[in-house]
């Protein structure tokens, strides 16, 4: 069975940072493009990055681009998903979530994690 763990979400203070993990398990994560995605109260699960399988590309929404960073652990069979600078706006649930390539359509992916939560707030 095909299955994503995220973890490393809580509470944080604005500016700060968080590193979120996405662990696999029934498969190697090294095969998929692996994709971060968020979720705030009453808006729709948004792309927040995405780090291909073939050579690594990364790519990032716009509104987290040079904050956010996304890396692959193979050996760890992990995907990261480093924040820094956080905002308030980024407050959600953050799920991974798997593709054959990455994609700007949510609905491609598979095999979502049950999400971690991220709260940015003083």
């Known amino acids: 069975q095909l299955q994503l763990v995220e973890s490393g979400g809580g509470l944080v203070q604005p500016g700060g940072s968080l590193r979120l993990s996405c662990a696999a398990s029934?498969?190697?994560?090294?095969?998929?493009?692996i994709g971060w995605f968020r979720q705030a109260p009453g808006k729709e699960r948004e792309g927040v990055s995405c780090i291909s399988s073939s050579d690594g590309s990364t790519n990032y929404a716009d509104s987290v681009k040079g904050r956010f960073t996304i890396s692959r652990d193979n050996a760890k069979n992990t995907v990261y998903l480093q924040m820094n600078s956080l905002k308030p706006e980024d407050t959600g649930v953050y799920y991974c979530a798997a593709n054959s390539a990455c994609s700007v359509h949510v609905f491609t992916f598979a095999s979502w994690g049950p999400g971690t939560q991220v709260t940015v707030s003083s």
């Open positions: 029934g498969f190697t994560l090294d095969r998929f493009a």
